[in-house]
Structures are given as structure tokens and as C-alpha cells.
């Protein structure tokens, strides 16, 4: 079983509408949880950070933990087809290395 | 402010050669790490460096690979007798210091190497 896991996609979504990306995460003890947008070719952006259960939202971007269920998810409201990219989920606990998901290719359509 | 830099941006090599690849991370950073990301794939924890600290090498794939932090700044990966398989994006990455709250890490823009 893979440590994160996110579906690899392409997630396809019509401009403005609502994107949503999940994780999964198999170690109970995990305490941060990250996503990360990486456009092709380029280095992974910090996009969202979420500690504890419930949502976090920034801008377009919410961020939802379940750590009963070991979920992780990332909504943008209103896809711009600048959101297009390749987002990453990754997770972390006492230590400082950060597990990666394969990522979730997201295609925004005009 | 400036980010994390890395240099070179590519490197060609031929198999068997030594590389290093350079990092310096966000001023007052205190924690740096090591990914690597094959093509078309995630990333890959190699090593990370905070403060003092022994550096976490649970990651590094081989005894070819080292890594080093001079000054509690600027760091080296080395990769010693390159295999084609070693091909892939280096990237680095810093954070304020490594734990639950203030992992946030931040990536620099990375180092292609390919070996031939």
C-alpha cells in the first residue's frame, strides 16, 4: 500500500467550476499535510497547509482534513484555466521529510 | 525575499562520472532537504539537514549518494560513479525549521541531470 495516495487523473473541469482533489494517507501518526501545484516542467508551489480537522480556506483554495478517515482534499472554487497543473499532496509527522502522493493532473477547459 | 537557488539548472554526464549538485536555501531557514522526481513521477525524499542535527539519510538510495551542509547554509549532493537510472530533477527545498508547525517547505527550481 502506498504511503499517499491521490488518483493520477486528468481531472477534467469546465472553467468556473468547482475542482476537487483528494488524498489519502496510510500512517495514523501524520500531523501536516500540504498541497503543492507544479506546472510541467517546473518546481512544486506551496499552495495550502492544514494541521487539524475541518477546512482552511485561502482565496479560491480549501483545504479539508479528516484524520479519522485519513483524508485529505483540495476545492477551487471558480478553475481559471491558469489552475491547470499537476497538484500534489504530501504529508509528514515528527520527522521533517515530506511524503509525496503521484499527484492529481488537473486540465481546466475554457 | 529570495528563495532557494540551486545551480547548475542542467547537467549532463557520462555514466560512471561524479556530479554535485548545489543548493542554498531561504535566508534563516534552518531545515533543508533533498528530493529527487523521476520523469513522470512524485518526489522522492533523499535526506534532509536541520540545524546541528545529524542529517536524516533514510532516503538515499545508495552508498553513491552523499550529501553534505557547510555553515548551516549552503549544501552539496554528490553522486559518485553515475548510473542512467540516477537521471531525474534534484530539487531542494527549505523550511524554517523542521517539525508539526513550521514545516512549510519551499522548493528551489531544481537541477536536471542526465546521465549517458
Known amino acids: 500500500q502506498k504511503e499517499v495516495e491521490q488518483n493520477s487523473g486528468p481531472l477534467s473541469v469546465p472553467e468556473g467550476a468547482i475542482a476537487s482533489l483528494n488524498c489519502t494517507y496510510s500512517d495514523r501518526g501524520s500531523q501536516s499535510f500540504f498541497w503543492y501545484r507544479q506546472y510541467s516542467g517546473k518546481s512544486p508551489e506551496l499552495i495550502m497547509s492544514?494541521?487539524?480537522?475541518g477546512d482552511k480556506e485561502d482565496g479560491r483554495f480549501t483545504a479539508q482534513l479528516n484524520k479519522a478517515s485519513q483524508y485529505v482534499s483540495l476545492l477551487i472554487r471558480d478553475s481559471q484555466p491558469s489552475d491547470s497543473a499537476t497538484y500534489l499532496c504530501a504529508v509528514s509527522g515528527n520527522t521533517g521529510k515530506l511524503i509525496f502522493g503521484q499527484g492529481t493532473t488537473l486540465q481546466v477547459k475554457p | 525575499g529570495a528563495g532557494v537557488s540551486q545551480s547548475p539548472s542542467n547537467k549532463v554526464t557520462e555514466k560512471g562520472k561524479d556530479v554535485e549538485l548545489r543548493c542554498d536555501p531561504i535566508?534563516?531557514?534552518?531545515?533543508l532537504y533533498w528530493y529527487r522526481q523521476r520523469l513522470g513521477q512524485g518526489l522522492e525524499f533523499l535526506i534532509y539537514f536541520q540545524g546541528n542535527s545529524a542529517p536524516d539519510k533514510s532516503g538515499l538510495p545508495s552508498d553513491r549518494f552523499s550529501a553534505e551542509r557547510t555553515g548551516g547554509s549552503v549544501s552539496t549532493l554528490t553522486i559518485q560513479r553515475t548510473q542512467q537510472e540516477d537521471s531525474a530533477v534534484y530539487l531542494c527545498?527549505?523550511?524554517?525549521?523542521?517539525?508539526?508547525?513550521?514545516?512549510?517547505?519551499?522548493f528551489g527550481p531544481g537541477t536536471r541531470l542526465t546521465v549517458l
Open positions: 535566508s534563516g531557514h534552518t531545515a
Open positions: 527545498a527549505s523550511s524554517l525549521m523542521a517539525g508539526r508547525s513550521y514545516n512549510e517547505q519551499f
Open positions: 492544514i494541521y487539524s480537522n
